[in-house]
């Protein structure tokens, strides 16, 4: 079955670690993004990548820090600059990238902080 | 860049009623217009696509509206059911094309 895969469901971090969360899919897709969700509100943007080897920083890009070495993978990096990082994180994918085209999501990862 | 407000954050509805949820956006007008169905824990789940020449677009008991002169879109339930209690995200593609900005959610319950 085709979809989005990201990894771990669940993680915890200390503080002054660095964590990455895995997405991948497997639909062919061009595009990929990395948002984060906080309790009761919207989706911010972090990074995306349009193609493979290059991706451009969201809204919220400080203390985060992804790759695009391979189509299928977009990583993402929570560094122990991220002063805030307790949050619901949500990978997604589309075919384009363009506003025509349905954004794919994973089920989450929910990092905490401890 | 884009503004998007979703009309109240928490709706509550009668089991069979017609919900309607709103999706304001300020500043540019976008190409295409989408809703998202999220379920608590998990990711939103892409429900319907409308274009900035279509006016309304149907799938089952939903339908959607686009008004570029008011900047608004209508995202409407009928018959609703308990089992459509979620929250509902309106996207936009930004300026660029190349990527979505999301506004911030209406919470749906629907009441048996």
């Known amino acids: 079955d085709g979809g989005i895969t990201q990894s771990p469901k669940y993680l915890f971090r200390k503080e002054g670690q660095n964590v990455t969360l895995s997405c991948e899919q497997n639909?062919?897709?061009?595009?990929m993004y990395w948002y984060r969700q906080d309790p009761g509100q919207g989706l911010r943007l972090i990074y995306y990548?349009?193609?493979?080897?290059?991706?451009q920083k969201g809204d919220i890009a400080e203390g985060y820090s992804v790759s695009r070495e391979k189509k299928e993978s977009f990583p993402l990096t929570v560094t122990s600059a991220q002063k805030n990082p307790t949050a619901f994180y949500l990978c997604?994918?589309?075919?384009?990238?363009?506003?025509?085209?349905?954004?794919?999501f994973g089920q989450g990862t929910r990092l905490t902080v401890v | 860049s884009q503004k998007i407000e979703q009309n109240s954050e928490a709706l509550n509805i009668q089991e069979g009623k017609t919900a309607t949820l709103t999706c304001n956006y300020t500043?540019?007008?976008?190409?295409?217009l989408q809703w998202y169905r999220q379920d608590p824990g998990r990711g939103p789940v892409f429900l319907l696509l409308?274009?900035?020449?279509?006016k309304e677009k149907r799938k089952e008991r939903l339908k959607v509206t686009f008004d570029t002169t008011l900047k608004q879109s209508l995202f409407h339930i009928t018959a609703s059911q308990p089992a459509d209690s979620a929250t509902y995200l309106c996207?936009?593609?930004?300026?660029?094309?190349?990527?979505?900005?999301f506004g911030p959610g209406t919470r749906l319950s629907v009441l048996p």
């Open positions: 997604a994918s589309s075919i384009t990238g363009q506003g025509n085209t349905e954004a794919f």
């Open positions: 639909l062919n897709h061009d595009a």
């Open positions: 990548s349009q193609i493979v080897n290059d991706f």
């Open positions: 500043n540019y007008s976008p190409a295409y």
């Open positions: 409308i274009r900035e020449n279509e």
């Open positions: 996207a936009l593609d930004d300026n660029y094309g190349q990527n979505f900005v």
